[in-house]
Nanobody, 122 residues
């Protein structure tokens, strides 16, 4: 399975960005999908996850109410809509696929994309 993340960029605080992750190969519609991020000098952290059908979602407390994860199984894509962005959201964002679950622990994810940079200026 190959994952390609896109949609990052530079935005002012309070602005919005929509990240996309395109999957190829494998059985995308059966995978749980997650977004993680890594800020400079910090460990990678969980942001959001969605189950195979799109009905179940999870969010880190720091993004709850501002970010929305969604998926389109017909197009093998998962999105992360990020609103009301803050400088502390600045990080490289990674999408990941989990063959059996859709948890918050990065070590349980099987496939990873290359990451896309999000920079939020104050």
């Amino acid at each position: 399975v190959q994952l390609q993340a896109s949609g990052g960029g530079l935005v002012q605080a309070g602005g919005s960005l929509r990240l996309s992750c395109a999957a190829s190969g494998g059985s995308f519609s059966s995978y749980g999908m997650g977004w993680f991020r890594q800020a400079p000098g910090k460990a990678r952290e969980f942001v959001a996850a969605i189950n195979w059908s799109g009905v179940g979602t999870r969010y880190a407390d720091s993004v709850k109410g501002r970010f929305t994860i969604s998926r389109d199984n017909a197009k093998n894509t998962v999105h992360l809509q990020m609103n009301n962005l803050k400088p502390e959201d600045t990080a490289v964002y990674y999408c990941a696929a989990d063959r059996t679950d859709w948890g918050t622990r990065e070590e349980l994810y099987d496939y990873w994309g290359q990451g896309t940079q999000v920079t939020v200026s104050s």
